[in-house]
Nanobody
Framework: QLHLVDSGGALVQPGGSLRLSCAAS????????IGWIHQAPGGEREVVSC???????PDGSPVKGRFTITRDNIANMAFLEMNNLQPEDTGLYSC??????????????????WGQGTEVTVSP
């Protein structure tokens, strides 16, 4: 079974940057599409970004241009580079994965495996 552990969340000022990490174990990450899911305080979960095992990432991310998802299949890691952070980016970020069968997940309920989440707070 795939096990995910995410980390890297912190308190940051508006305009700042963070890099979230997701470490996978149990099964090689190369077989999975992996992404990040954001849940703002009191809000719904939303998919931030997803990348397929090939490295292809669908367009249309709600934070396209500010956040970049990358993966390292050899290291069994995935990352979310977050730039120009804004207060609305505050919340819990969880890495999540599904077996790659040709598409990434676009809805949180489509993800099969989840990390425990890492907290990001954007505040002056």
């Amino acid at each position: 079974q795939l096990h995910l552990v995410d980390s890297g969340g912190a308190l940051v000022q508006p305009g700042g940057s963070l890099r979230l990490s997701c470490a996978a174990s149990g099964i090689p990450l190369e077989y999975y599409a992996i992404g990040w899911i954001h849940q703002a305080p009191g809000g719904e979960r939303e998919v931030v970004s997803c990348v397929r095992s090939t490295g292809a990432s669908p367009d249309g991310s709600p934070v396209k241009g500010r956040f970049t998802i990358t993966r390292d299949n050899i290291a069994n890691m995935a990352f979310l580079e977050m730039n120009n952070l804004q207060p609305e980016d505050t919340g819990l970020y969880s890495c999540a994965a599904i077996v790659d069968r040709g598409v990434c997940f676009s809805r949180p309920y489509e993800a099969t495996y989840w990390g425990q989440g890492t907290e990001v707070t954007v505040s002056p």
